[in-house]
């Protein structure tokens, strides 16, 4: 059971009047006229305009968050600035039970909601926890890796979301509203400087009415840090093959440089036709997913293993790689020889990652007074490629990746706004991807291969093209002027074509990695997916809501699995993820709206949930379903502004999550013995399943909370002062697909804070930024490292590999200088 909740404080929350979401190009519709005071929710969302209230998308529709029957955290534009959050991870802190962070490989990326998420191993799933930004959906993972800025609102919704954003919303979704134009001028630029990461950025906009009936905005930001992490590996040495040498590549690890622009134009051809034009481009340069990464050594060791790739003498283990997640870590470049003899996307052995977007959002609405009709047209592309190093740098195993993907999408929605009892929304939706996955690797260090002219271990092309086309609609009826009832549903058709194939590389291992294979497969899968509301409003500012939800995620075919002989398409395949349960809500704004409270229970039931696990030994990844996911909770939220003490507020929010799975018998971690439950499946002698009935999934603590105060003050009679804090805990998680027993980040807290001191009219604003002042190094996710253990799985002498961590943000402390003219 979960507490919805609104992370904004009141009176640094940003709010957003309906006629300004009228001004974005946003349609602005409300639901059935069923309030006891007899005003609609767009009314209500208007009329929040001077009460400081949020305004939500959670039904693709405006409306006060204290309206909205769903689960939802919303974070505003202000609160996302006062703590210089501008990467998903920061925002994800800001939000309990939200576990988020970059990794290697597949989706780059691990997020997970209540503790439902998608493995970050394969390339070939979608997310459950999705992105919607302004309108546009993106579910790849690889969105994590786009700054945010200029952003209006983040709204994280909570359990399934099928009926008004499609499929691939299981676990939850991100919801990412940035700023529009606006009908006066107005510009803005700010710089700062964190000390920790030696990070120095710059960001600003200016917006404006170009005429009568044409507004554009335009903003960007950029951003270039050195990083916050110790790199310890020797400056240079050789790679126990003649000639192979291997360098540091920095004394750094973390560092990164990115761009971002985004313009917007909006036309009003009449006052009740606006389309909104919304282009941006981003591109992000770094390290790789591996330079975030730390060495723990599996089973409570406290040195590493040596790597062992088979070849009879283990390779010794790095003199300069700890067991401790402390900031300090190995990382080393590929041999350059290696790189640049036929190694794709190697470049010159130095470990980086490139990643750049692009897209275009076109957004039409027509008012009436039958129905608002609203229109969105998006375009999106990200092309990634990077190399990296999985093993430190005694051991130089790597890979290379290039993730090119292109989605078209088109949704048409009418939302009716005739008076009368009963309400009806209803729509359509397309698009059509195309995602080209490849990947070389190096993996065994060998003598260059005179026939392919190689060193590399293997090389795949894999991708895959997708069609979805969904139609959706939901009828609301006014049992009461205070009571309620909305029911509909989505009907989903998706297809998808999947591609592997392996290419030429070292012919020394041509007999277990051999060219010329090639996989095709072709799914195909429908589902109805239904929601029912009930909402009582006894007054104007209290809801209690129940709702019961189903949602659907569509299988396919593991595109990151290993080519071997032994590969098959059915081994590939996985199925459809869907989840059903329901929610009950209420909310409230209480001694002159002063105090606003929300609580929400809920429980939910997750069948063949999409997982996936990483053999180290093999080199090997396994994709499949889940039996069940069973999670349940409780959560709330507040924001109160102290009445006789003008400028303090403070805000709360917590949630209890239960997650257990349930008939589920899954793949065992590698090195389980049979001790330790690796006890099912006897397969050639040793046993290769555990029972994972009854356990906590990855990545799900049982309780997370933050608390928080602001207190703005007046200096004299022409500046301000605002003083805030937030301090948030989490409780212990397991970070490991498999739930290895010495993977377990345990329960952590954090304290941010702000000071900001300016003009009274905020011409000009001077903030120092304090995140992370308890410099908690939290492990997001990790994967087993190859030939380091993970040998005598299912017997009675097993050995654990060593774990790749992946470290969320150490401790920063940031200088900043804001103007506005």
Known sequence: MLFTSALVAPGVASAQSVDEADATGKAASGSVDAKSDGKSDRENASNSANSNEIIVTARRRDERLIDAPVAITA??????????????????????????????????????????????????????????????????????????????????????????????????????????????????????????????????????????????????????????????????????????????????????????????????????????????????????PTDLVERLCGGGRTSPLPAD????????????????????????????????????????????????????????????????????????HFKQ????????????????????????????????????????????????????????????????????????????????????????AEATLAITPSLELSAGGRYSFESRDSYQRSLAAHSAFAGTFPAGIELRDKYNDENFSPQVTLRYKPSTNTTLYASYKQGFKAGGFNISQSLTPAASVQAGRFGAESAEGGEIGFRTLLFDNALAFSITAYRYLYTDLQVQFFDPQTVSLTAGNAGELRTQGIEADFNYRVPGLDGLSLRGAAAYNDAKFRDYIGQCYVGQTIAEGCNLQLVGGAYTAQDYSDRTPPKAPEFAGRLGVTYEMPVGSSFKLRLSGDGS?????????????????????????????????????????????????????????????????????????????????????????????
């Open 75 to 288: 974070v505003g534009g202000d609160t996302l600035n006062q703590y210089q959050a501008t990467r998903v991870t920061d925002i994800a802190s800001l939000v309990p039970s939200l576990v988020a962070g970059k990794a290697a490989s597949g989706s780059s990326a691990s997020i997970f909601l209540r503790g439902v998420g998608s493995t970050a191993l394969s390339a070939g799933f979608d997310q459950s926890v999705s992105f919607v930004i302004d309108g546009l959906p993106m579910s790849r993972g690889r969105e994590i890796s786009l700054p945010q800025f200029d952003v209006q609102r983040v709204e994280v919704l909570k359990g399934p979301q099928a009926l008004f954003f499609g499929k691939n919303t299981t676990g939850g979704l991100i919801s990412i509203t940035t700023n529009g134009p606006t009908d006066h001028f107005e510009a803005g630029l700010k710089g700062g400087y964190g000390f920790e990461a030696k990070e120095r950025y710059v960001e600003g906009f200016v917006s404006g009415p170009i005429s009568d009936s044409i507004r554009a905005r335009l903003a960007g930001r950029y951003s270039k840090s050195d990083g916050a992490f110790v790199n310890t590996a020797a400056p240079t040495y050789t790679n126990y093959i003649p000639g192979q040498f291997r360098f540091s590549n920095d004394d750094r690890r973390g560092g990164s440089e990115s761009y971002g622009l985004r313009g917007t134009v909006e036309i009003d051809f009449s006052p009740d036709f606006k389309y909104e034009v919304k282009g941006g481009f981003t591109k992000v340069k770094d390290g790789g």
């Open 309 to 380: 790739p088979g070849f009879g003498t283990p390779f010794p283990a790095s003199p300069n790689a700890d067991c401790s997640i402390n900031g300090r870590s190995d990382s080393s470049n590929i041999p350059p020889i290696v790189a640049e003899t036929n190694y794709r996307y190697a470049r010159d052995g130095v470990l980086y990652a490139d990643f750049a977007s692009q897209y275009v959002i076109g957004t039409g609405t027509i008012s009436s007074d039958v129905f608002d009709v609203s229109s969105i047209t998006g375009y999106y």
């Open 385 to 472: 490629t990077d190399l990296n190093n999985v093993t430190g740098e005694a051991y130089p195993a790597g890979f290379s990746q290039l993730a090119d993907f292109k989605q078209f999408s088109q949704e048409l929605r009418f939302q009716s706004t005739f008076d009368g009892p009963l309400g009806v929304m209803f729509g359509g939706f397309y698009s059509d991807s195309e995602f080209v996955f490849n990947t070389d690797a190096y993996i065994f260090p060998v003598p260059l291969d005179p026939i392919n002219n190689t060193f590399t271990t293997f090389k795949r092309d894999n991708g895959f093209k997708t069609n979805s086309l969904s139609f959706f």
């Open 729 to 821: 805990y989490t409780s212990k998680y397991n970070f490991t697909d498999a739930l290895r027993p010495d993977a377990v980040q345990d329960g952590y807290a954090k304290l941010d804070a702000a000071i900001a001191f300016g003009d009274i009219d905020d011409a000009w604003t001077i903030s120092l930024i304090g995140r992370n002042l308890t410099n908690k190094l939290v492990v997001a996710a990790a994967n087993d490292m190859p030939f380091t253990g993970g040998t005598g799985t299912g017997t009675t002498n097993g050995v654990v590999a060593d774990m790749s961590a992946f470290v969320d943000n150490p401790r920063e402390i940031i200088v900043e200088a804001s103007f506005k003219f």
